[in-house]
């Protein structure tokens, strides 16, 4: 066995077809139209392969997402098409593959790394845990709401990329995006756009269903005003002629507050498989905000029996490290922390969950 290794660029033909038969063996797209940035020739240096003289054994790649908060930018390597062929699994090829990516996505400053999968007991293993925060709000009956004259809901992914990149620039949380990535992903297969115009042809919102093998029926990506995403959402559901099922961070309040106030159902759910890669840069993260906040006092550190955190001199201890994760993105509120007391924890609300979040473009 040769690897884990990046792939030489004249072996990503062979990349691509061991990872479409092993993963999209119906489907007649390919990975690489599916996963247009992952695949994409500048992101072979993050593909991992291993193989013997037969070819090609495991695979999985990273893509790394800069994503802006208002905490600050958070490096994430955003990990996918882990696979290893059936007659060499329990081999250990996909460990040390993933590890080798999680080494790399340490030494390229990584904060943490995530993934999305049913596998849970297997990226436990390698120190995934759930934790962050997703609300999938489900529109079951078609909603009442007309459109205001001269606006127009139009249902086609022609849409220049530098007009969606203006409204979603507007997302307080998001990877860092550039016209060409969102020229790519326009052409995934399934991933169908949804626009609001204005009588003088301005863009109000977007909405993205579907994205190759996943996602149908569900919204993965929305932008605009919230009233202009309501209407928006209501002429997509008109259109679709079925329910259709919005995934929104757990900090769009507003949007989650109206949808809900027209009749959505709200299912709380997680961001995904996350490990943290550098916590002393995180943790550092949290305390610069906590200062812009006018909270001076903070303390939030490693400890020898786990983490301390609290003010000034009123410190608690969490030894768990799954704990500690979820209270920084979330579902755990620090008022669930019984030890803590009610001043602790209100004033810890104002800092954490943090509030990071992966549209579903960016997912690999
Ligand atoms: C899941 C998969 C990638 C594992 O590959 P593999 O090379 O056999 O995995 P490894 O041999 O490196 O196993 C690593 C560890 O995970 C465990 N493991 C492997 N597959 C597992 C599974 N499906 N569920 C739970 N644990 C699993 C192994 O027992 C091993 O544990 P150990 O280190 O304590 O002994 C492989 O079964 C596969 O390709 N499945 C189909 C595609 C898929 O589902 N990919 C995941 C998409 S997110």
């Known amino acids: 066995m040769e690897g884990p290794r990046p792939p030489q660029p004249e072996e990503m033909a062979d990349v691509i077809s061991f990872v479409d038969q092993q993963l999209r063996p119906q489907e007649n797209w390919s990975v690489g139209e599916e996963y247009p940035q992952a695949f994409h020739p500048n992101n072979v240096k993050n593909i991992r392969i291993i193989r013997d003289e037969k070819g090609i054994q495991a695979h999985a790649l990273m893509k790394y997402s800069l994503t ?80 205001p004259p001269g606006v127009r809901f139009v249902k086609d992914n022609k849409v220049a990329s530098e007009a969606l990149l203006k409204l979603y620039t507007q997302h307080r949380v998001g990877c860092i995006r550039t016209p060409e990535d969102i020229r790519n992903y326009l052409r995934i297969p399934n991933s169908h756009l949804y626009t609001l115009w204005s009588a003088n ?105 786990g983490y301390v955190l609290g003010f000034g001199e009123n410190l608690f201890q969490i030894s768990s490290e799954v704990d500690l994760l979820r209270l920084l993105f979330g579902p755990h509120k620090a008022s669930h922390f019984k030890a803590l007391d009610s001043q602790t924890a209100t004033t810890l609300e104002e800092l954490l969950p943090l509030p990071l979040w992966f549209w579903g473009w960016d997912s690999v």
């Open 68 to 147: 802006k908060t208002p905490v600050g930018l958070f490096k994430a390597a955003v990990i996918g098409s882990v696979v290893t062929a059936p007659e060499a699994r329990g081999q250990g090829l996909s460990r040390s593959i993933i590890e080798n990516c999680l080494t790399e996505a340490q030494t390229q400053g990584c904060d943490l790394a995530i993934l999305w999968s049913d596998l849970f007991d297997f990226y436990q293993k390698l120190g995934f845990e759930l934790a962050g925060q997703e609300v999938n709000l489900l529109i079951e009956d078609p909603w009442d709401l007309p459109l």
């Open 201 to 305: 042809n301005e863009l109000l919102a977007y909405a993205v269903e579907g994205k190759g093998a996943d996602l149908k029926d569900h919204i993965h990506e929305w932008g605009g005003g919230v009233q202009e995403i309501i209407l928006l959402l209501t002429q997509v559901r008109r259109s679709l002629g079925r329910p259709i099922r919005v995934m929104a961070p757990a900090h769009s309040q507003n949007l989650i507050r109206q949808m809900v106030s027209h009749g959505a159902k709200t299912q709380n759910g997680w961001l995904g498989l996350i490990k943290i890669l550098n916590l002393q840069n995180i943790l550092g993260k949290v305390h610069r905000y906590a200062r812009t906040l006018g909270i001076a006092d903070l303390v939030l550190e490693n400890s020898s029996e």
